[in-house]
């Protein structure tokens, strides 16, 4: 080792080339010199210690630790940071969900769709490894499949695992890159915000700058509904018989009401709570040629007279899930809405029963898991 060609420097070089060759990977050589590899190695060595909340069968979950999925070129292996807790991930563990209740769907599964976290390890597509580096934050897309239901794939829903866990492999195509503007709580909500934008594209042609609009519900969706309308110029009434969700927007709304009354003054009726006595008081109330768009989900089997729609020509859509294109447009809004009260509750994964109790009291916007 007297000379200089090995030097120490020289000799450390090929000893981690050989650890990861050894390992199974040699990306972080192919990639260069710019790897971080202290972070790659202590990630390499937290694979084996992937823990992720499990619904083994219906209304039966636990911790445990499962495998990590073999990777195709075109997946990125990311560390998760935050996860929500979304009301979907409860109605998969109750098995009510539409996909579980009709039998398209089955348990095991590891629930969690809206989440944040860090790239550790990329595929050998080269179109992913020049779009995304190791160490970057980003966010998943959750309809990765519209295909049949035996076909279709949403994570954390149906046929694919999802972000309640320490580690997710997710496609290329359905991550983003989260911004600087953007910490990786607030990230979370890219996807229920991707979905308010969505409604609202679908929505769009019958809005107009004199429109009177009624946001019904001040949770999540509806907060996040109000307050892009609200960014985009419009006035909003919102109504929620919860004052503690309507004090959160006190100087954004056009006016909070704890009483929904005067459905017929309005224009356009935003329905975000769900709730099928709600929906019946909209369709039945609303005013001739109104637009009636359903955010809330599910409202279950209910019986009305589409004679009143149809001699009053009003207008309903429906709108569920997002596309890639609203999720960058989320990205970009999120660092403009107040998102404070949406990350005020954290609590560990192994917590995840207390979490979901305390979603189910509607006391929080928002509680985020850090596996």
């Known amino acids: 080792f007297g000379s200089s060609d090995w030097s120490f420097a020289r000799l450390e070089e090929i000893l981690r080339f050989r650890y990861y060759q050894w390992k199974g990977s040699n990306l972080g050589w192919k990639q260069g010199k710019d790897i971080n590899f202290k972070m790659q190695n202590n990630n390499v060595s937290q694979l084996d210690e992937n ?3 499990v619904i ?8 445990e630790g499962i495998s990590i999925p073999e990777m195709k070129p075109g997946d990125i292996l990311i560390k998760v940071d935050y996860v929500g807790v979304c009301r979907t991930d409860i109605e ?17 599964i590891v629930p969690g769709h809206e989440f944040s976290g860090t790239i550790v390890k990329i595929g050998s597509n080269n179109k992913f490894q020049e779009r995304f580096k190791l160490g970057q934050r980003v966010v998943g897309e959750c309809v990765l ?13 149906i046929n694919f695992n999802g972000a309640y866990s320490k580690f997710i492999v997710m496609p290329g195509d359905a991550i983003h890159g989260i911004p600087d503007s953007v910490d990786s709580k607030t990230a979370v909500l890219t996807e229920p915000l991707a979905v308010v934008l969505r409604a609202l594209r679908r929505l769009e042609s019958r809005l107009s700058s004199s429109s009177k609009i009624a946001v019904i519900g001040a949770g999540q969706i509806g907060n996040l509904c109000t307050q892009t309308l609200v960014f985009r110029g419009y006035k909003v009434d919102l109504f929620d018989s919860d004052a503690k969700r309507l004090s959160i927007l006190p100087n954004i709304a056009n006016s909070t009401n704890a009483v929904m009354g005067d459905l017929d003054s309005f224009d356009v009726i935003i329905e975000a709570t769900g709730s099928k006595d709600v929906l019946e008081r909209v369709l039945k109330e609303s005013s001739v040629d109104s637009t009636i768009l359903l955010l809330g989900f599910p409202y279950g089997d209910m019986e009305y007279n589409f004679e009143d729609i149809v001699g009053k020509e009003k207008v309903i859509i429906g709108s569920v899930g997002a596309e890639s294109q609203d999720f960058r447009k989320a990205l970009e809004l999120l660092s403009d809405l107040d998102m404070i009260p949406f990350v005020q509750v954290v609590m560990p994964l192994q917590n995840f029963e207390k979490a979901w109790k305390a979603h189910k009291s509607l006391k929080h916007l928002k509680i985020l898991l850090k596996p």
Do not use: M, N, W
């Open 51 to 53: 823990q992720a909340v």
């Open 92 to 108: 998969v563990y109750e098995g009510t969900l539409g996909y579980y209740r009709d039998g398209v769907a089955s348990h095991p």
């Open 145 to 157: 499949s519209r295909g049949k239901d035996s076909e279709r794939k949403e994570v954390g829903v």
């Open 56 to 63: 083994k069968v219906k209304s039966r979950a636990k911790i």
